[in-house]
């Protein structure tokens, strides 16, 4: 039996995926990462990014994919209708970001290799399956994983449901072993096991969503023990693997790719503690600014600002003055069209704005974010 959401969890949704946002632009505006296996030839600096970028980041996907999986199977009665409903939802607020954003990302692509003097001939076939499959912007890959993943949702939906939890134990089995069975298309895999297996596990959540309070609740000195925990796998994996990348590639041992299976899955935790540790309406509205940063952090953005900051700054040095310069000028952007063009950002973003956070949480801006100060609201998903 499915209970309603509290209002503080509503609101540490809200608050994980501002933080999540924040990390996945960190993740595509690194500079410097350690290039061999040993320890004592990466600078203080590579060694600093792979710990926020190649570890703490990585919970930012598997929560995404949590609460897309926790929100969509929220509402879901498994009819046809409620598929097809969902279908024309999910179309409207990640299928049309996604072809607007990679749109954007294509022709801006054309125009730069234009500008380097590259060749630019390419059929108008190249181009539809460069602007539907592949875009080049990079973080498109988790909206077409996500389009994927609720196509194929009432098929998710009977293996979550499989008796002694033998589906999600199946998808945990291939999302810890790092297999990918999905065929690559237009360069992607059609679907990643992380994805799979963190969408499933925001299914079976529904079930358990007293588990989400309850965790919220814990004391501050057991946040802080998964905080420090999660940090010491981080520099464990760091320690035996700082090359460490499995993105499409295997530099990895066992042992290292264990240990950030380990971390990803102690960091989700903490940082669930931490959110719910530290709502407050202004993250709560910036939440709802999140997904347009989402889409127009990366290329072209991430391309001009190399260009134009670059030539200024070492190479190795860029993440720590773009990565800030880039976050707060896209947020900064987001409230700015909210104030100016409402229609036009709600529209890009699926109805994803500030304001609508703000209704999703069920509280008001002008005060914290405390229990007594909040209400149940019926808009919880999206």
């Not at 970028?53 to 879901?76: C, E, L």
């Not at 290292?256 to 709560?284: D, Q």
């Amino acid at each position: 039996m499915r209970t309603e959401l509290s209002a503080e969890t509503k609101q540490t949704f809200q608050v994980v995926a501002f933080l999540a946002t924040v990390f996945v632009v960190a993740i595509h505006y690194q500079s410097a990462a350690p290039s061999s296996a040993s320890l004592e030839t990466a600078s203080a600096n590579q060694v600093v990014q792979e710990f926020f970028i190649g570890g703490v980041a990585r919970f930012a996907v598997p929560m995404f994919a949590f609460a897309a999986g926790f929100f969509y199977f929220r509402s879901d009665d498994g009819s046809v209708q409620t598929y097809l409903r969902k279908l024309r939802q999910r179309c409207r607020s990640v299928l049309v970001p996604y072809l607007a954003t990679g749109c954007i990302a294509t022709v801006c692509w054309l125009l730069v290799r234009t500008f380097d003097g590259k060749s630019t001939e390419w059929s108008l076939l190249d181009l539809l399956a460069t602007w539907l499959l592949q875009p080049p912007a990079e973080q498109l890959w988790f909206l077409r994983d996500l389009m994927v993943l609720v196509i194929a949702a009432p098929v998710i939906r009977q293996i979550v449901r499989l008796p002694y939890a033998a589906g999600l134990s199946f998808a945990g089995v291939l999302w810890l072993s790092h297999y990918q069975p999905f065929p690559i298309v237009g360069g992607w895999y059609l679907l990643h096991t992380e994805t799979l297996f963190f969408f499933c596990v925001g299914c079976a959540a529904n079930q358990h969503t007293e588990a989400l309070d309850r965790i919220g609740r814990f004391s501050t000195p057991t946040v802080l023990g998964f905080v420090i925990v999660w940090f010491d796998l981080i520099v464990a994996r760091i320690m035996l693997r700082p090359d460490f990348d499995c993105w499409y590639t295997s530099d990895y041992s066992v042992e290292s790719l264990l240990i950030h299976k380990a971390s990803i899955i102690c960091g989700c935790f903490a940082i669930w503690m931490v959110a719910w540790k530290v709502r407050h309406p202004a993250m709560i509205r910036l939440s709802g600014a999140a997904f347009f940063v989402y889409l127009i952090h990366e290329f072209p953005l991430r391309a001009a600002m190399e260009r134009v900051m670059g030539p200024m700054l070492d190479k190795g040095a860029w993440f720590w003055v773009l990565f800030p310069v880039v976050t707060v000028g896209c947020f900064a952007a987001a409230m700015l069209m909210n104030r100016l063009a409402p229609r036009t950002i709600a529209m890009l973003t699926g109805g994803r704005t500030p304001d609508s956070a703000i209704k999703l949480a069920g509280t008001s801006v002008r005060h914290p974010v405390h229990c007594a100060d909040t209400h149940p609201s019926a808009a919880t998903t999206r």
